[in-house]
T-cell receptor, first 115, second 111 residues
Framework: SAVISQKPSRDICQRGTSLTIQCQVD?????MFWYRQQPGQSLTLIAT?????????ESGFVIDKFPISRPNLTFSTLTVSNMSPEDSSIYLC????????????FGPGTRLTVL | GQQVMQIPQYQHVQEGEDFTTYCNSS?????IQWYKQRPGGHPVFLIQ?????EVKKQKRLTFQFGEAKKNSSLHITATQTTDVGTYFC???????????FGAGTRLFVKA
């Protein structure tokens, strides 16, 4: 399984500002995902980030609000732009197993609070 | 669209009691995964089931995939306080590209 780190682990931000979350993997992976999880809730997929192509966003999420970069096979960033209190959540990155691609390994998450 | 429903939402058990969570899909699944998320932690992959009627065991955990590949269950025998957390199922429908997570079942174990 892959080892994934995320930065920052948590942050408190003012509304109207932007935060970039970094996701680093210890091995090369093809498929990376970004999720949002409200406390006590399930995981909501924001987008799929594959290296060499633009991210694919799920319904309700747009690139202007959540721009994603995937410069190489071990790194990705998610930016939460023009934040409002409704963006307060835990943001998780995950990677797909190289062989069993439906299996995902998750990073520790970034807890974001917007005031 | 594809939906993955999970019940119960919460379960309180006394330590030593058994626990089962059920996952039902509106469509036939290619496979199903189970994850555990400890309080304050992130989801951790437990197992993947692929074959119709498949049963897998991990110590006190038993995972089943239904014959029609539309439902699955996770059974924990003789729960321990270390089993506390939320258990999620996740599946991708046949021919689909996206994995859908269930709402999760939160397990509380009283010592």
């Amino acid at each position: 399984s892959a080892v994934i780190s995320q930065k920052p682990s948590r942050d408190i931000c003012q509304r109207g500002t932007s935060l970039t979350i970094q996701c680093q993997v210890d091995s090369q992976v093809t498929m990376m995902f970004w999720y949002r999880q409200q406390p006590g809730q399930s995981l909501t997929l924001i987008a799929t980030a594959n290296q060499g192509s633009e991210a694919t966003y799920e319904s309700g999420f747009v690139i202007d609000k959540f721009p994603i970069s995937r410069p190489n096979l071990t790194f990705s960033t998610l930016t939460v732009s023009n934040m409002s209190p409704e963006d307060s959540s835990i943001y998780l990155c995950s990677v797909a197993d190289l062989i069993s691609t439906d299996t995902q390994y998750f990073g520790p998450g970034t807890r974001l609070t917007v005031l | 669209g594809q939906q993955v429903m999970q019940i119960p939402q919460y379960q309180h058990v006394q330590e030593g009691e058994d626990f089962t969570t059920y996952c039902n899909s509106s469509t036939t699944l290619s496979n199903i995964q189970w994850y555990k998320q400890r309080p304050g932690g992130h989801p951790v992959f437990l197992i993947q089931l692929v074959k119709s009627g498949e049963v897998k065991k991990q110590k006190r955990l038993t995972f089943q995939f239904g014959e029609a590949k539309k439902n699955s269950s996770l059974h924990i025998t003789a729960t321990q306080t270390t089993d506390v957390g939320t258990y999620f199922c996740a599946g991708r429908n046949t021919g689909g590209f996206k994995t859908i997570f269930g709402a999760g079942t939160r397990l509380f174990v009283k010592a």
